[in-house]
């Protein structure tokens, strides 16, 4: 059964980094067919998609945080990442990795997702 | 982009009744969208693929239809475990988004 776990830092200062990882378990990052998310949520409020990387390497990212955003592959270790710079409150929100099957579009395997909290 | 505008933002319905919610997309989607259910402090679960494929493992009571921009979302049978918040995507355009969700509540 695939599996999936973030980790990383739950509190970061404004105009710093938010680095998170996603480690896949139960299966392989490497697997045709799927693509690899990262969304977030906002306390109290609905879903925002960030971006996708292939096992390839190959990423898209959301336009609203594109300049902001780097999603990169780790094959070796199995998981995958997600940096978000030049953090403000508004990026206060539980993160979530998640599989997306490439031919439905659909998240279809997720993690249990992480709080990161932007304060001084 | 395109926005998907979910009706209604909450509802309250009783154990046992059907309970509809629409989805309409800004511009045509074909069938490319999936709903979600989110329970308080949980990860989004997959119900329904393809506006009404449903997912392996989601009861019967769950189904999906629609396409173009008008999409609907039924539970035929309201049980007390189903009280969430759920949620459209569209994955016809990049990028990825979702509806605003809808929150259900037992009456």
């Known amino acids: 059964q695939l599996q999936l776990q973030e980790s990383g830092s739950g509190l970061v200062k404004p105009s710093q980094t938010l680095s998170l990882t996603c480690a896949v378990s139960?299966?392989?990052?490497?697997?045709?067919?799927?693509?690899w998310s990262w969304i977030r949520q906002p306390p109290g409020k609905g879903l925002e998609w960030i971006g996708y990387i292939y096992h390839s390497g190959s990423t898209y990212y959301n336009p609203s945080l594109k300049s902001r955003v780097t999603i990169s592959v780790d094959r070796s270790k199995n998981q995958f990442s997600l940096k978000l710079s030049s953090v403000t409150a508004a990026d206060t929100a539980v993160y979530y990795c998640a599989r997306v099957c490439f031919s439905s579009g659909a998240f279809d395997i997720w993690g249990q997702g992480t709080m990161v909290t932007v304060s001084s | 982009d395109i926005q998907m505008t979910q009706s209604p933002s909450s509802l309250s319905a009783s154990v046992g009744d059907r309970v509809t919610i629409t989805c309409q997309a800004s511009?045509?989607?074909?069938?490319?969208l999936n709903w979600y259910q989110q329970k308080p402090g949980k990860a989004p679960k997959l119900l329904i693929y393809?506006?009404?494929n449903l997912e392996t493992g989601v009861p019967s009571r769950f189904s999906g239809s629609g396409s173009g921009t008008d999409f609907t979302f039924t539970i035929s049978s309201l049980q007390p475990e189903d009280i969430a918040t759920y949620y459209c995507?569209?994955?016809?355009?990049?990028?990825?988004?979702f509806g605003q969700g809808t929150k259900l509540e037992i009456k």
């Open positions: 393809d506006a009404s």
């Open positions: 511009q045509d989607i074909s069938n490319y």
């Open positions: 995507q569209q994955y016809d355009n990049l990028p990825y988004s």
């Open positions: 139960g299966g392989s990052i490497s697997s045709g067919g799927y693509s």
